[in-house]
């Protein structure tokens, strides 16, 4: 039996990233979710080369003993990638990220995996989690220290011990499963899992196609406020007679689609796109012979026209205008007021002038203004930490309160220290010794 697959995808910055720096692709064999790190070491550039890389597979027509030797090959790929991005900017070292991929040949279906991107199989109603995540919490559950519950609230929940930087090597999970006629299958960032349920995850992919299913995963974790970027891709596995995609070009989302990433990317081979990215709406035509509306021209009639009589109309509006006024102004101020509550119980570990630093508030701006406050700058340099842990810093570890935050600062220098003992631990940077 020939399978074949309909696909959707998207990718949204969430609420509190200043920008995407997840990648998402869909094609009729292959569905890839990356997920960049680095922050301002562009991990948005990471993400997309990875994705830009493991799209190749799509133009080839490997045999079945071909398969898995070719996806370990792509993550190889996708390194040297990243590699050769970061020797032409060193600036951008400490930059990586994520891949799940999953790749289809005949009635079965490839995995290659690293890092905490995951990927779901929705089978007859149950859900069932495909990948294996590659984070410090997932050692602690697999040791029988913490429970899954207890995993999905810990503060190091984001802490990778697999990712391609293009600097260390990484052994990526492969296998193969049957594919079915009737299967669902979801990949995502962890911007989705860390907000939504494996029980609310199963609920809405039971439902509705792949296009409405994917708006549906990403508007959720919006609604859950969307701390990180959020990227979907679901795909529902059909027998070829009896469906047909209406395109067999790939979509691709998030920073893999963006053009000013693909301008920074010159050496790298980008798929076609069958639609635009969600988040990067077509610009609105022109405006002719006046606004787009009748609203404006409507109130402004109704304006002047009231002027020009004995003035008690206008004076009547003006009131009107006045109390929307005040009364706007006590919902700001009762924002406002709510805001700088909830502002002074976020804390978190990030980096300052290249040492460890805890702030008060959240990474990012506002209308250009800074959203933390630094409270305190440790000893603690960034570049002695192994590079998960740098990389971490990069973007910010989330803290309870400031007792937490200096909790894991105090974490963060054992790590360095340990970096600069005899017997350093896997990822810390390497330091070459002069003759």
């Not at 609310?200 to 296009?211: R, Y």
Request: charged content about 20%; hydrophobic content about 40%.
């Amino acid at each position: 039996m020939t399978l074949a697959l309909r696909y959707a995808a998207r990718s949204d910055v969430g609420l509190v990233r200043s920008g995407n720096e997840d990648s998402g692709y869909a094609g009729p064999r292959l569905l890839v979710v990356a997920d960049g790190m680095g922050g301002h070491a562009a991990g948005e550039l990471a993400s997309a080369a990875a994705v830009a890389t493991l799209a190749e597979l799509e133009k080839s027509d490997p045999t079945p003993d071909e398969v898995l030797p070719g996806l370990a090959h792509a993550i190889e790929d996708a390194g040297a990638s990243i590699g050769r991005v970061v020797r032409d900017n060193p600036d951008l070292a400490g930059m990586g990220t994520t891949i799940t991929a999953l790749f289809w040949q005949g009635e079965r279906v490839a995995v290659v995996h690293v890092g905490d991107s995951r990927a779901y199989l929705l089978r007859e109603g149950e859900l069932v989690q495909v990948t294996h995540d590659h984070t410090y919490v997932q050692t602690l559950v697999d040791a029988g220290r913490i429970t899954s519950d207890e995993a999905a609230h810990h503060p190091r929940r984001s802490l990778l011990m697999r990712a391609i930087d293009g600097v260390q090597p990484v052994e990526a999970d492969l296998s193969v499963r049957e594919a079915r006629p009737g299967d669902r299958y979801l990949l995502c960032s962890d911007g989705l899992t860390g907000v939504v349920s494996d029980e609310e995850l199963a609920a809405i992919l039971s439902e509705g196609e792949p296009t409405g299913t994917v708006i549906s995963l990403v508007e959720l974790a919006l609604s859950r406020g969307a701390p990180d970027n959020v990227t979907v891709v679901v795909a529902d596995v059909l027998s070829s007679d009896t469906h047909t995609q209406r395109s067999t070009e790939p979509v691709v989302v998030g920073a893999a689609g963006e053009p000013r990433v693909r301008e920074r990317l010159p050496q790298v081979r980008f798929p076609d796109d069958a639609q635009p990215d969600p988040d990067r709406p077509e610009p609105p035509p022109p405006v002719r012979g006046g606004p787009p509306t009748s609203e404006i021209p409507v109130v402004d009639a109704a304006i002047s026209g009231t002027a020009a009589g004995d003035g008690r109309p206008s004076r009547r509006i003006l009131r009107y205008v006045l109390a929307g006024v005040a009364a706007l102004v006590i919902v700001i101020g009762g924002a406002a007021t709510l805001g700088a509550v909830w502002w002074s119980n976020q804390w978190y570990v990030g980096a300052s002038d290249g040492r460890v630093a805890i702030y008060q508030g959240v990474p990012g701006t506002f209308a250009g203004i800074p959203m933390q406050r630094t409270e305190q700058v440790t000893d603690t340099e960034v570049a002695k930490l192994p590079v998960f842990d740098a990389e971490l810093i990069g973007r910010g570890i989330a803290a309870d309160d400031f007792g937490d935050a200096q909790r894991i600062a105090e974490e963060m220098a054992t790590r360095a220290a340990a970096c600069e003992g005899l017997r350093p631990p896997a990822g810390c940077p390497t330091v070459e010794i002069s003759p």
